[in-house]
């Protein structure tokens, strides 16, 4: 029966109906919904693991083990999980392998704008590029096939376009596949000896993945009537050309972004007077069709930044573009995201910024910290480079950043790649100062569970890993717990972890107040009798408190009874009582 | 039959998702080619967030771009004003009036223009505004704001009531469906 599927879902779909019995993945924007679609089907093991590499070799392994597997990441996972994957590239594969990566042009929730194409050439693993939801499904079950016939991972390319858009789709069955596992050292043990008899299998194997390139179904042309252009393109480009062109031009559509075929593509440009390649991002294509001495247009004329759209496409094509609506003259003020109402970061950042401390920050919700008016974050660079980061800064000063910087991190981002940092931290004896944001949840992908939780990806409970514990383990003696909501208790404890002549931690605790679980309190109330206007609260860049005009028109401070939660934190800053919190017996 | 447009835009966390759910299930039983796109992640927490719904005989971008919107169904005025060059030449704004400060204008950084709702008519803009979550309030839950302006918009369209009820039906919980429906009729009626 036809259904509206989103594309992470369809992937899903496809991974149930090619019988995939293992996932494990790391969340991250826009892949997240791939793995918790899949976690619905029981048929399923699945599994959130701590960072992407770790899933990646954990989806080899069930491979190895002869079940279908599949791992999940966003583009800037692969590059964690590149380790495993330049070299699972050499011992190919038992029961087929696929490994989902989603891209974000236009960085919508990532921060920076790489092309994971790229990794397909440079492992030498094939990599198809589904543009709709029901491509999807289609080429996440073509994907496990091409594993198994050519003895290789195989990458499959989302974008947040094609991830976070529904179209109709028409779901199938589910087959069932199993390999028996037989030891083959030289396959799969990458010694030198065996990975140089490895790597001819590899070129080879990449040769006759052209050859496929050539006749596979799903690079194909659709023709048009006008050949004085021809148009090659993927993924979610590829609608943009449609919508713009429909049948007039020639269109090439490339299913495997790599290996890209030859004589197909060389055909393709004899039969068209221009050759235009249109995709996001790098030159891939382009790249390729230069290779082969063509003539083409390409990013001369497609910018390598940014997403595109189809008024972009009609632009650069030189056709027509609807001319855009009416607007207002007024400046329309933007709208950033922003930290909840009662978020247990925003006391953190607010004391921190008020201490003047330097903080090498993460990637996780708390990098709105990074955001006026708390604008409390000095660095933010990937997964994990907080306490690493800080412990370079601290060491490098010799002394003189001791005291006044901190590394911020969360708990899932602490467990995916912070550990490491810290145990160089204590081997290496910085004087650093670290900060676990611990709010019992991975949040900014949407609450996902992780190892400090205590519940697993289906929701049954598991082995919660104790964050106290683990710091003490890798060599951390101070380590203090503190919450949140309480502001005094939290700059004490910033302050004398600072003084501290060693390494140390604070995990600031308190579960994210999204959580389900979290009871609110009555929202604050406020008098503006007694504000004295001070705006001292604005301070904290609560979206719930705002300055707004009394009978007599000064400016007062007041509380947004939908958006409140009651934490609290308003009401301590507040020295003329006109914040309060509500009692409880009304 | 050509590509219609529909952008729902408004402020993270108002429930726009659960009105391109509704949207997509209804035409879905018409039988259109269909293509829904969202927000997900860092631009949720409060931030400016767009939906669009494409449909007709086959639908080729997920997106709607500049001049092309049929329909924006707007959640909050502010965002109805920042997405008005979507519009379609003859296309209408469906707008909640509801006003939710961004955080520039709630630190003083910007201003929230001042009688937006006029601005939006004196600049040519076909714009129908009513307080949609006064009657959300009145169906029993401000939540209910989706499908009060998804109630609005319904009257634009050939749709029958059954249908429109009967994908209301299929996207809500059951506890939740007398107001919900409740809410789909204010809408209708406003």
């Known amino acids: ?586 | 039959m050509k590509t219609s447009n529909i952008m729902i835009v408004g402020v993270g966390g108002q429930g726009s998702l659960l009105a391109s759910t509704l949207l997509g299930r209804l035409l879905l039983t018409k039988g259109y080619d269909i293509k829904v796109s969202e927000v997900h992640g860092m631009s949720q927490r409060g931030g400016s967030v767009v939906t669009y719904v494409r449909f007709g005989d086959k639908v080729y971008s997920p997106v709607i771009d500049k001049g092309e919107a049929d329909y924006i169904v707007s959640f909050e005025l502010l965002e109805a004003a920042r997405w008005t060059e979507y519009l379609k030449k003859d296309g209408k704004l469906v707008a909640n009036t509801q006003q939710i400060n961004p955080m520039p204008v709630i630190t003083g950084a910007a201003q929230y223009p001042e009688n937006l709702a006029d601005k939006l008519k004196a600049a040519g803009i076909n714009v129908d505004a009513f307080d949609a979550l006064s009657l959300a309030e009145q169906a029993g839950s401000s939540k209910a704001v989706n499908i009060v302006l998804m109630g609005h918009l319904s009257r634009s369209f050939d749709f029958t009531l059954d249908e429109w009820l009967d994908a209301i039906e299929k996207s809500v919980p059951a506890k939740f469906l007398e107001l919900n429906k409740k809410a789909f009729m204010l809408g209708r009626e406003a």
């Open chain 1, 1 to 586: 029966m036809k259904q509206l599927m989103l594309g992470n879902e369809a992937v899903a779909r496809g991974l149930y109906e090619a019988g995939c019995a293992f996932v494990s993945s790391y969340p991250g924007t826009p892949s997240t919904e791939i793995t918790e679609a899949i976690a619905k089907y029981s048929e399923v093991y699945a599994e959130w693991a701590p960072n992407e590499k770790v899933a990646m070799e954990s989806a080899f392994g069930a491979s190895l083990a002869g079940k279908r597997s599949f791992c999940g990441m966003k583009h800037v996972g692969l590059n964690v999980s590149a380790d495993p994957l330049f070299t699972i590239a050499y011992t190919g594969v038992n029961a087929g392998m696929v490994i989902g990566v989603a891209d974000d042009a236009g960085m919508h929730s990532s921060q920076n704008e790489q092309d994971s194409r790229h990794y397909a050439r440079a492992a030498k693993v094939p990599m198809l590029e589904p543009a709709d939801s029901a491509e999807a499904i289609a080429f996440a079950k073509l994907a496990y096939e091409l594993s198994e016939q050519f003895d290789t991972p195989v990458l499959l390319k989302m974008c947040t376009r094609v991830s976070h858009s529904q179209s109709v789709v028409e779901p199938g069955e589910r087959i069932e596949v199993s390999k028996p596992y037989e030891k083959n050292p030289a396959k799969y043990i990458m010694m030198p000896g065996n990975a140089n008899k490895r790597h001819p299998v590899v070129e080879a194997r990449t040769r006759t993945l052209v050859e496929w390139a050539e006749t596979a179904d799903i690079n194909r042309v659709e023709d048009g009537s006008d050949h004085s252009r021809g148009i090659i393109t993927s993924s979610t480009s590829y609608q943009y050309v449609k919508e713009v062109c429909g049948d007039r031009y020639p269109v090439m559509k490339l299913g495997m972004i790599w290996p890209m075929p030859e004589k197909k593509i060389r055909d393709f440009a004899a039969s068209v007077e221009e050759l235009v390649v249109v995709e996001e991002l790098d030159s891939f294509i382009e790249a390729h069709c230069l290779n082969l001495g063509l003539k083409v247009t390409g990013k001369e004329v497609f910018p390598a930044i940014d997403e595109f759209s189809q008024n972009l496409v009609a632009q650069k094509l030189g056709m027509n573009v609807p001319c855009a609506g009416c607007k207002v003259d007024d400046a329309i003020p933007a709208r950033p995201p922003v930290m909840c109402a009662g978020c247990p970061h925003r006391s953190l950042y607010y004391t921190l910024a008020k201490n003047k401390i330097t903080v090498i920050g993460d990637i996780g919700c708390y990098t709105l910290g990074a955001v006026p008016p708390l604008a409390a974050v000095d660095s933010v660079v990937c997964m994990g480079a907080s306490i690493s980061g800080a412990h370079g800064f601290t060491k490098a000063l010799q002394g003189a950043a001791d005291g006044k910087t901190v590394a911020v991190i969360g708990d899932s981002t602490f467990m995916h790649s912070g550990i490491t940092g810290l145990v160089n931290v204590a081997y290496n004896e910085s004087n650093t100062t670290v900060i676990i944001v611990d709010n019992s949840i991975t949040g900014m992908t949407g609450h996902q569970q992780n190892p400090t939780t205590g519940m697993n990806l289906k929701g049954d409970p598991c082995t919660k890993i104790d964050l106290e514990t683990l710091c003490r383990a890798v060599g951390i003696r101070r380590v203090r717990v503190v919450d949140p909501y309480d502001l005094k208790q939290t700059e004490t404890a910033i302050k004398e972890e600072l003084a501290a002549p060693e390494a140390s931690v604070i995990i600031s605790r308190r579960p994210c107040a999204l959580l389900k679980y979290v009871k609110h309190n009555k929202p604050v109330t406020f008098d503006t009798d007694k504000c004295r206007s001070c705006k001292l609260c604005m301070k904290i860049g609560c979206p719930a408190i705002s300055m707004t005009a009394d009978a007599s028109g000064k400016m007062k401070a007041t509380i947004d009874n939908t958006l409140c939660t009651g934490c609290g934190v308003c009401t301590q800053l507040c020295h003329f009582g006109a914040l309060n919190m509500a009692k409880e017996a009304e």
